[in-house]
């Protein structure tokens, strides 16, 4: 009986040590307990099968901060996705090495485990496919995972920290975007001012953002729906075109007439932080995108039924962009922020 369970464990261990990905280990590295907010969507695909774990978060937030993945060593992650900006930054395009300029606006990472698309094309679907787009993109970070991998598998606390998170002080690829996945899959931010109106916890909206939540659910909500504020979809709202790029939005991905200049809807948490607006930040304000939206927004065949069945804007009062804008900033979720 002994050696009949001695064998068994024999054939398991060889099965275990032919495998070329180490499942990080349970009893030394356990999941990190996240605080699902109530209301939110269901997690993603990819969040399921990368559960973010201690070490793992550990070694992914170390590797957003450092400045060796980009060829020159003058930026990371966190240049461009800044904690006080929502961990996005204020430029109107990102800015990579050499100040070179990229083709939009820096997103937000906030909520990312309840996404289904990423980019403002939606051209990644899993979250450990998007860190190496960064690295290698000429205009961000302009190295390669190669060449990243160099630079860091000597030293001692990668070494250690692969160790803990993946078994083994091996620095590959996979191991590297499933640690950032980790990291960004717990920035969730669901402590506004709105969330704790909702949450009954003694706030209540003043009289001039009550009736800014009231405009925005009769004006705004069919876009900027769910408790994320965003339904995900890709849209083309008629936002003025940068003339210096050959843009095309998500036609970009799909190569469908009907999706050009369709941009995936950003969600409104955080907003006040995120300025400028727009994919390529054509709007300095909040103001400016509402004023916009009320003066006429630019024709297209594909342009949001929400604008063309309304003569291409969406009519707003002076009092309803004060209001709306006092609204939106209630979502302002000032501890993830650090502000």
Same mark, same amino acid.
């Given at each position: 009986?002994?050696?009949?369970?001695?064998?068994?464990?024999?054939?398991?261990?060889?099965?275990?040590?032919?495998?070329?990905?180490?499942?990080?280990?349970?009893?030394?590295?356990?999941?990190?307990?996240?605080?699902? &907010?109530?209301?939110?969507?269901?997690?993603?695909?990819?969040?399921?099968?990368?559960? &973010?774990?201690?070490?793992?978060?550990?070694?992914?937030?170390?590797?957003?901060?450092?400045?060796?993945?980009?060829?020159?060593?003058?930026?990371?992650?966190?240049?461009?996705?800044?904690?006080?900006?929502?961990?996005?930054?204020?430029?109107?395009?990102?800015?990579?090495?050499?100040?070179?300029?990229?083709?939009?606006?820096? &997103?937000?990472?906030?909520?990312?485990?309840?996404?289904?698309?990423?980019?403002?094309?939606?051209?990644?679907?899993?979250?450990?496919?998007?860190?190496?787009?960064?690295?290698?993109?000429?205009?961000?970070?302009?190295?390669?995972?190669?060449?990243?991998?160099?630079?860091?598998?000597?030293?001692?606390?990668?070494?250690?920290? @692969?160790?803990?998170?993946?078994?083994?002080?091996?620095?590959?690829?996979?191991?590297?975007?499933?640690?950032?996945?980790?990291?960004?899959?717990?920035?969730?931010?669901?402590?506004?001012?709105?969330?704790?109106?909702?949450?009954?916890?003694?706030?209540? @909206?003043?009289?001039?953002?009550?009736?800014?939540?009231?405009? @925005?659910?009769?004006?705004?909500?069919?876009?900027?729906?769910?408790?994320?504020?965003?339904?995900?979809?890709?849209?083309?709202?008629?936002?003025?075109?940068?003339?210096?790029?050959?843009?095309?939005?998500?036609?970009?991905?799909?190569?469908?007439?009907?999706?050009?200049?369709?941009?995936?809807?950003?969600?409104?948490?955080?907003?006040?932080?995120?300025?400028?607006?727009?994919?390529?930040?054509?709007? &300095?304000?909040?103001?400016?995108?509402?004023?916009?939206?009320?003066?006429?927004?630019?024709?297209?065949?594909?342009?949001?039924?929400?604008?063309?069945?309304?003569?291409?804007?969406?009519?707003?009062?002076?009092?309803?962009?004060?209001?709306?804008?006092?609204?939106?900033?209630?979502?302002?979720?000032?501890?993830?922020?650090?502000?």
């Amino acid at each position: 009986m002994k050696k009949g369970v001695s064998i068994l464990a024999i054939f398991i261990l060889l099965i275990s040590c032919n495998n070329d990905y180490y499942e990080p280990v349970s009893y030394d590295n356990p999941q990190v307990s996240l605080n699902i &907010p109530f209301g939110f969507p269901e997690l993603n695909n990819s969040v399921k099968s990368n559960m &973010p774990t201690k070490y793992g978060v550990e070694l992914g937030e170390k590797l957003f901060q450092d400045k060796r993945l980009s060829a020159d060593n003058s930026i990371s992650c966190s240049s461009c996705h800044i904690q006080e900006n929502a961990f996005a930054d204020n430029n109107a395009q990102a800015v990579g090495i050499e100040n070179r300029l990229g083709l939009r606006n820096v &997103p937000a990472i906030q909520n990312m485990m309840f996404l289904n698309f990423y980019n403002w094309d939606g051209n990644i679907l899993q979250l450990e496919n998007q860190p190496l787009v960064p690295i290698i993109t000429h205009e961000e970070m302009g190295s390669s995972i190669l060449e990243v991998i160099g630079k860091i598998k000597t030293d001692l606390m990668y070494r250690d920290l @692969f160790r803990k998170a993946f078994g083994d002080e091996t620095v590959t690829a996979e191991r590297i975007y499933k640690s950032i996945a980790q990291y960004e899959y717990t920035l969730i931010s669901a402590n506004s001012k709105y969330d704790r109106v909702k949450r009954n916890e003694g706030e209540v @909206f003043t009289e001039n953002e009550a009736q800014g939540y009231q405009t @925005f659910q009769q004006k705004c909500a069919s876009c900027h729906s769910t408790e994320l504020f965003t339904d995900q979809s890709f849209r083309n709202i008629g936002f003025p075109v940068n003339p210096n790029t050959n843009e095309a939005g998500r036609g970009r991905v799909t190569g469908l007439p009907g999706d050009y200049m369709s941009f995936r809807v950003p969600s409104l948490r955080n907003v006040e932080y995120t300025a400028p607006y727009g994919s390529f930040g054509q709007f &300095p304000t909040l103001r400016a995108v509402l004023d916009y939206f009320d003066k006429g927004v630019l024709d297209a065949d594909n342009l949001d039924p929400v604008f063309k069945n309304n003569g291409n804007k969406i009519p707003l009062s002076e009092q309803e962009k004060t209001n709306l804008i006092l609204f939106m900033k209630t979502l302002s979720d000032r501890e993830f922020a650090k502000k």
